[in-house]
């Protein structure tokens, strides 16, 4: 442990060239004061902030590190690319084999596109579904998010009225809601999409219901149009195959990124063969798309996930915390509210509306080295071993205690 406190001096000269110190959802400013901002290394379930301090890593860097921090297989694929070389004029081999492998793995899939965000992907979804169509209206959930630019940024600054206009509202997870905005664009229609399941900032996470996948699919065919599944956030978290594959539909259309490269920068459009054609005439492209080092990364994870049933130890961990936690709670009083799949929770806890509790209960947490998050859905890696679950639940039975 340093005596100098390193990340405060780092924000005080941040503050001076950088706008408002930090942007975006990783400004420790959106969270209780105490979070660390910057970080110097990683290690399986374990990240070390710039004071030294170590956490078990519950965020996996919102979401990427999925077979955990430094996998040492996923780096020995990105080393042997970096060797080779990273950006070209076009791209390398790489691109093939990945895509090959994508289509391999993923059900609804004909070909796969590359970019580098999870913003590129869901954006060239609905440029995609709108060049296939002809049609202008894209149905989007209330609350969910989709990205960082102007048609999906959850921000209204610096967008306008007609960056939006062309998206109709509905509500996840209620078909009545649905067919109301289906019926209001008529036959406008380019495509509905949804996420994986709701994942709302701050909010219980819901899975997708049968019922509601379903009549997405069939409202989508019914006019033509595309249905597209934001799979950034929980792709390959939840079913290899893509995650509606848990309630058997198949999207035309769906977009990755997050946790397909292990931490490397990656974005990615699947889709089927009727949106083939519409794919080859949006214009998409970016200086660092075709890069081979995170497409290297990326066919070391997606083949090491399924060679070592990744989710089905994922779940098995998430499991194991969610009882501990739910046991621990209840012994204490306390009402804790865990929802969302095992290995991507969020905990909440009733009638705290503030936040008050769960602001605590992170903290305390977090001063014994556990790093949760208090709103933002969780992520678990193939790294957060049984072991490091019940280290885990050693330190929140401390917590439990301290704000019982
Ligand atoms: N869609 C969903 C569901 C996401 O969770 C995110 C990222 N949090 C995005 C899109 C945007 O991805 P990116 O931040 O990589 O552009």
């Known amino acids: ?16 060239v950088i706008p408002g110190g ?8 959106r969270l209780p004061a105490g979070y660390p901002q910057y970080f110097t290394r990683g290690e399986g379930c374990r990240t070390w902030d710039a004071n030294g301090r170590s956490y078990i890593d519950y965020m996996c860097a919102w979401g990427p590190m999925i ?33 090959e492998l994508v289509v391999d793995t993923v059900s609804h899939a004909d070909w796969a ?27 989007v959930a209330r609350g969910a998010y989709h990205g960082a630019i102007p048609w999906c940024t959850p921000s209204v600054a610096g967008v306008t009225e007609e960056d939006r206009a062309h998206l109709v509202q509905y509500d996840y997870n209620d078909v009545a809601s649905l067919e109301e905005a289906v019926a209001l664009v008529k036959g406008d229609l380019a495509a509905i999409i949804a996420t994986a399941f709701k994942h709302d900032l701050g909010k219980e996470h819901i899975l997708p219901t049968r019922e509601f996948a379903q009549a997405a699919r069939r409202l989508a065919d019914e ?3 595309a249905l597209i599944v934001d799979d950034v956030r929980a792709g390959l978290r939840l ?6 594959d848990l309630v058997d539909v198949k999207p035309d259309l769906s977009a990755w990124s997050k946790a397909i490269a292990n931490g490397r920068a990656l974005g990615m459009m699947t889709g089927n063969d009727r949106f ?21 990364a990326s066919i070391a994870t997606i083949t ?22 739910q046991a621990q709670a209840d012994r204490y009083g306390l009402p804790l509210r865990q929802s969302g799949p095992v290995q991507m929770p969020v905990f909440l806890f009733e009638g705290d509306g503030d936040r008050e509790l769960g602001n605590r209960f992170c903290l305390e947490a977090l001063a014994r080295g556990v790093y949760f998050h208090p709103t933002h859905t969780m992520f678990l890696s193939v790294a957060h071993t049984d072991a490091v679950i019940d280290e885990t639940l050693q330190v929140t039975n401390e917590v439990f205690k301290a704000i019982a």
């Open 113 to 139: 596109m590359f970019s580098k965000n999870g913003t590129d992907a869901t954006t060239a979804c609905v440029t995609t579904a709108r060049a296939g169509t002809g049609r202008r209206k894209v149905l």
């Open 22 to 29: 930090m942007w975006g959802h990783q400004n420790s400013a």
């Open 304 to 325: 090491k996930l399924r060679d070592c049933d990744g989710i089905g130890r994922m779940k098995s961990a998430g499991q194991r915390l969610r009882d501990g936690l």
């Open 276 to 296: 083939r054609e519409a794919a080859t005439k949006i214009y998409t492209t970016g200086s660092f798309w075709t890069a081979g080092v995170a497409m290297a």
């Open 223 to 225: 006019a033509d149009a």
């Open 67 to 99: 077979l955990g921090y430094s996998d040492p297989d996923v780096e020995a694929a990105a080393a042997r690319q970096r060797a080779e070389g990273d950006g070209f004029n076009g791209p390398t081999p790489r691109l093939v084999e990945l895509a």
């Open 239 to 244: 079913d290899l195959g893509g995650s509606w």
């Open 1 to 16: 442990l340093q005596a100098f406190d390193t990340d405060a001096a780092l924000r005080e000269r941040a503050a001076k």
